[in-house]
């Protein structure tokens, strides 16, 4: 198996729709296998295949839930249901979500705090669920990688001037920019 590098926000393929997945073949187990290692190694929650520069609608977590869901898992095509959003300023110590791909940077995002979940696992075989909470948030985060979109890329215009200075003073915001899981220093200090 393989440990890939972490595209950096700018990479374009982490700013663009990602192809659905046509073929559950050797290839797509493959890569798979990959995204769970790759996963692990950087400590991550959940990882998608654009950040690894792969533009396909696949993505992994690794997450405890309440949601009867096993900790772990694919989801290949995936659709989701949103519940509601509250409209209310989000909680800086509550709402900070994080992103492999913009790394060491937290920011408080509202995310709704139910969804469905519709998808496909690595064998072709449906998957359904629901997921409540921070399991609800992560889908959320991943199903978005899917469709080009950085969390960094909704946050409310106070954190979003923050997450751009950021970026500008990290260099971010340019093609070709990664890091390694288990070679570069651990960016969420886990
Ligand atoms: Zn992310």
Redo the contacts with the bound molecule.
């Keep these: 198996m393989t440990i890939y590098s972490i595209r950096v926000q700018g990479d374009p393929v982490l700013h663009r729709r990602a192809a659905e997945v046509r073929d559950f073949d050797e290839d797509l187990l493959r890569l798979v296998a990959d995204m769970h290692e790759t996963n692990a190694a950087a400590n991550?929650v959940?990882?998608?295949a654009p950040?690894i520069g792969v533009s396909l609608r696949v993505f992994v977590y690794a997450m405890d839930n309440d949601d009867g869901v096993p900790p772990q898992g694919v989801l290949v095509n995936p659709s989701l249901v949103l519940g509601k959003i509250s409209g209310n300023s989000p909680d800086p110590d509550d709402e900070a979500?994080?992103?492999?791909?913009?790394p060491g940077d937290h920011f408080p995002l509202k995310r709704a705090e139910w969804v469905r979940v519709n998808g496909f696992d690595a064998y072709g075989n449906k998957v359904e669920f629901e997921a409540t909470e921070w399991f609800a948030r992560c889908m959320q985060?991943?199903y978005?990688?899917l469709d080009g979109k950085?969390?960094v890329d909704k946050l409310v215009d106070r954190y979003k001037r923050k997450a751009r200075r950021s970026a500008k003073d990290n260099g971010w915001g340019v093609p070709g920019l990664s890091w390694t899981p288990g070679i570069d220093p651990d960016p969420f200090g886990h």
């Excluded at 979500?97 to 913009?102: A, D, N, Q, R, T």
């Design positions: 991550g959940g990882l998608a950040q979500e994080g992103c492999l791909s913009v985060h991943e978005d990688h950085l969390y």
